[in-house]
């Protein structure tokens, strides 16, 4: 019995904790955390164009679909274009 009520009170701190973050934040937080790994991941991409040629497209296609998260695969797609356009 003591067992269930200390698993009540837990489920009550995580959705306390879950509630206590806004989608906003989390988004930004996310995005500061994973920067530097979706520019190396898109520096990456971008270093097989010239082996790979005109399979580049698709390749980068299926790169990026196996991603994951696809909030990750988002930044790598947008740093892609960023370092294209840059270069």
């Given at each position: 019995m003591p067992d269930h009520d200390h698993d009540h009170d837990?489920?009550?701190?995580?959705?306390?904790?879950?509630?206590?973050?806004?989608?906003?934040?989390?988004?930004?937080?996310?995005h500061r955390t994973h920067q530097a790994r979706a520019q190396a991941e898109a520096e990456r991409l971008l270093a097989a164009r010239g082996r790979l040629g005109v399979?580049?497209?698709?390749?980068?296609?299926?790169?990026?679909?196996?991603?994951?998260?696809?909030?990750f695969a988002s930044m790598v797609r947008r740093e892609?274009?960023?370092?294209?356009?840059?270069?």
């Amino acid at each position: 019995m003591p067992d269930h009520d200390h698993d009540h009170d837990h489920d009550h701190d995580h959705d306390h904790d879950h509630d206590h973050a806004a989608p906003n934040t989390s988004r930004a937080d996310y995005h500061r955390t994973h920067q530097a790994r979706a520019q190396a991941e898109a520096e990456r991409l971008l270093a097989a164009r010239g082996r790979l040629g005109v399979r580049w497209l698709a390749w980068v296609a299926g790169e990026l679909y196996a991603l994951s998260p696809p909030q990750f695969a988002s930044m790598v797609r947008r740093e892609l274009q960023r370092l294209q356009e840059g270069g």
